[in-house]
């Protein structure tokens, strides 16, 4: 099956500094990546959809400022979490999705976010 | 707005019991029905589908049927194996394409041997 995947797969920061996260599509070409986030005991949440090439659409109450979406290949999207604070900690997960039903998305591992 | 709701966890039992983990749902018109699962470190996984009332989703064991009058879509299995032990996420989705996928907040089976 299509596999995708996140690195890293945990990071820990001080406040105050920038996060990287990637997802990658890594045997098929992604036209569509979501980026989810995920409190614990709570229900992932969609923060926003990226196409390749276009900026990224947030779902309401995300700040796009806050959290910059880079969608540069039909491989690999980003997701920078910018001078984040112990409230961005989170569980944060990413999918891809090329073509088909909504059950085609296909998600990465996640991504464990501490900040200090 | 669209919302599922599923059992809290975790659910524990014993290799080759009996497994339900209870969905419902809340949504305008006829959505898509889905059970992913997440094993410890890996992405959530397709495990089933139904798209329509009265559809039952299947595989490896596990099934579900898509109630409309209930609007309900609960997970079963017969017999439990250790190797099922892991997150299971109800969830669904109204159109077509890559329309946003709404989930329930997981339950997690622990299953001993």
């Known amino acids: 099956g299509a596999v995708v995947s996140q690195h890293p797969s945990r990071v820990i920061c001080k406040s105050g500094t920038s996060v990287k996260i990637e997802c990658r599509s890594l045997d098929f070409q992604a036209t569509t990546m979501f980026w989810y986030r995920q409190f614990p005991k709570q229900s992932l949440m969609l923060m926003a959809t990226s196409n390749e090439g276009s900026k990224a659409t947030y779902e309401q109450g995300v700040e796009k400022d806050k959290f910059l979406i880079n969608h540069a290949s039909l491989t690999l999207s980003t997701l920078t979490v910018t001078s984040a604070h112990p409230e961005d900690s989170s569980f944060y997960i990413c999918?891809?999705?090329?073509?088909?039903?909504?059950?085609?998305?296909?998600f990465g591992p996640g991504t464990r976010l501490t900040v200090l | 707005g669209d919302s599922v709701t599923q059992m809290e966890g975790p659910v524990t039992l014993s290799e080759e019991a009996f497994l339900t983990i209870n969905c419902t749902y809340t949504?305008?018109?006829?959505?898509?029905l889905f059970w992913y699962v997440q094993y410890p470190g890996e992405g959530l996984q397709l495990l089933l589908k139904a798209t329509k009332a009265d559809d039952k989703g299947s595989n490896k064991g596990f099934e579900a049927t898509y109630r409309k009058e209930t609007t309900s879509f609960h997970l079963e299995k017969g017999s439990v194996q250790v190797s099922d032990s892991a997150v299971y996420f109800c969830a669904l989705a109204r159109g077509s394409g890559y329309s946003t996928l709404t989930f329930g907040k997981g339950t997690m089976l622990l299953v001993s041997p």
């Open positions: 999918s891809a999705w090329t073509s088909g039903g909504p059950d085609t998305q296909y």
């Open positions: 949504a305008t018109g006829y959505p898509s």
